[in-house]
């Protein structure tokens, strides 16, 4: 079955949609009470991001647009030093989605969710005039533990920078997907949260992260220089990229 206008109109038709896919895939009691928010328990110190995902193919080789949109957003939290606890989802969805299309996304965010541990508490959805496009807003609260203060202007001299993996291979296997180029190139995009609260349990003296992204490693340090006052060397053979990435 493909998206109509009809999906939008507020009535039957969204209703069965937003009860046939969104309530029933990411299957929350706060979500299922279909209020105008989402009451949750608190903290005293919290986090909150939001990203707009328009991603071209939505399906691509080591994930999605729903995969990616929770892992944006999750990691977005984390870099704060915050752990992430809820998010939201906005569709908007173009006439002649397929809605089979549209449950394997709603699937992928739920699995991703769960991964990283965590809960999708309210959504939005749209219908638009066009030819088969899918967008999401997700907006997410992390909480944070006393004392953590995290930021690029807390960039000191003697600080080292420390990648988690390899850089270009999101973007490359998205591009070769939208290009026809063949290769064995997959998307890395995973949520962290495992790996940063390791890192913050261990006391490892955390100062700023990022998860990098468009602009890159490059547009990333001049922020944290602009933002902290340091200069910020690196070693170019240093830098983490594949062979078929950097082809």
Do not use: W
Not at 79 to 94: D, H, N, Q, V
Not at 153 to 173: F, K, M
């Amino acid at each position: 079955m493909k998206i109509t206008l009809a999906h939008g109109s507020g009535g039957k038709a969204t209703s069965d949609l937003i009860s046939g896919i969104f309530e029933k895939t990411f299957n929350d009691p706060v979500l299922s009470r279909m209020g105008d928010s989402a009451v949750v328990p608190g903290y005293e110190k919290l986090a909150f991001t939001t990203d707009s995902f328009v991603v071209t193919p939505i399906f691509f080789p080591g994930g999605d647009i729903g995969r990616l949109c929770v892992c944006g957003t999750v990691n977005d939290l984390l870099m704060s030093g915050a752990l992430p606890r809820y998010l939201s989802c906005g569709f908007i969805l173009e006439e002649g989605v397929e809605t089979e299309d549209l449950q394997k996304i709603a699937a992928s965010m739920a699995k991703t969710a769960e991964e990283a541990g965590v809960r999708i508490v309210a959504g939005d959805t749209k219908v638009v005039e066009g030819t088969g496009g899918l967008y999401i807003n997700t907006s997410g609260v992390g909480f944070l533990k006393n004392g953590v203060e995290i930021g690029p202007e807390n960039c000191r001299e003697g600080d080292i920078i420390v990648l988690s993996g390899n850089l270009g291979d999101h973007h490359a296997a998205i591009l070769s997907r939208r290009m026809g180029i063949q290769n064995t190139i997959k998307s890395d995009c995973a949520p962290l949260t495992e790996m940063v609260e390791k890192m913050l349990n261990s006391g490892v003296r955390v100062h700023a992260m990022r998860d990098v992204t468009r602009g890159g490693l490059g547009t990333i340090l001049n922020e944290f220089s602009s933002a902290s006052g340091c200069q910020i060397e690196l070693e170019e053979e240093k830098i983490p990229v594949s062979a078929q990435v950097h082809g």
